[in-house]
C-alpha cells in the first residue's frame, strides 16, 4: 500500500480505529489520520476474500499489486468504492439475507465535503437509530438522490447495505441498523 503513500501498519490500524468509532457513533465524523481516506479503507478492510469493485484506477493497481483485489461487479461485490455519486445503482448492492445479513455490501463513497452538523452548501441527512442519542445530523458532498436511494437500500433491516463516506482524511458511517432522512 506504500505505492498509495499509506503505510501498511500504523496508516491501517489508525483507519481501523476510525471506522470502529464512527460505526459506533453513527453520523459522527473520524479522523482517519492519512489521505484520501477512502483509499485507507480500502488497504485496511481489503484482502483477497473480499469481492471488490471501484472505479479508481490507482486504488485497483495498488490491491492487485499485492494480491489483495477480487474484482466484482456492483451486484456482487462485498465491498465497492466510488466517488461521488455512481454510475451504478446502490439500490441493487447485495443486502445479505435474514439468515446472514451481514452478507450485504459495504459502500465507501469519496465525497468532497463532509462535516458533523449542518452545512447548508451540502446536503444534510439527519440519522436516528443504535448509537445516535435522539439524531444526528451529518453535512454530505453527495447529491439527495444519492442518499434517498441509500436510504432505501439499508430499508430492509436486518438486511441492507453499510455506507462509509469518505473524505479527504474524515470518515463517517452510516450503518444499515440507522435511519436516514435527507433533510
Not at 482517519?32 to 469493485?53: C, F
Amino acid at each position: 500500500m506504500r505505492a498509495l503513500g499509506i503505510d501498511p501498519v500504523h496508516d491501517t490500524r489508525a483507519t481501523f480505529r476510525a471506522l470502529c468509532d464512527a460505526t459506533s457513533r453513527p453520523g459522527t465524523v473520524a479522523d482517519v489520520g492519512t489521505t484520501p481516506a477512502g483509499h485507507a479503507i480500502l488497504a485496511t478492510v481489503v484482502d483477497h476474500e473480499v469481492r471488490t469493485w471501484t472505479d479508481d484506477d490507482a486504488l485497483r493497481s495498488a490491491l492487485e499489486s499485492r494480491g489483495r483485489f477480487d474484482p466484482a461487479e456492483p451486484a456482487e461485490a462485498d465491498l465497492l468504492h466510488t466517488h461521488g455519486q455512481p454510475d451504478w445503482d446502490v439500490r441493487e448492492c447485495s443486502r445479505g439475507s435474514l439468515v446472514e445479513p451481514s452478507d450485504g455490501a459495504t459502500v465507501v463513497y469519496r465525497v468532497d465535503g463532509l462535516e458533523a452538523g449542518s452545512d447548508s452548501a451540502l446536503t444534510i441527512v439527519e440519522l436516528t437509530g443504535p448509537g445516535v442519542d435522539g439524531t444526528r445530523r451529518l453535512s454530505v458532498g453527495l447529491p439527495a438522490g444519492e442518499l434517498e436511494r441509500l436510504r432505501e437500500a439499508q430499508s430492509t433491516y436486518p438486511r441492507g447495505v453499510d455506507a462509509y463516506l469518505a473524505s479527504e482524511r474524515r470518515v463517517a458511517a452510516i450503518p444499515r441498523s440507522n435511519e436516514l432522512e435527507v433533510v
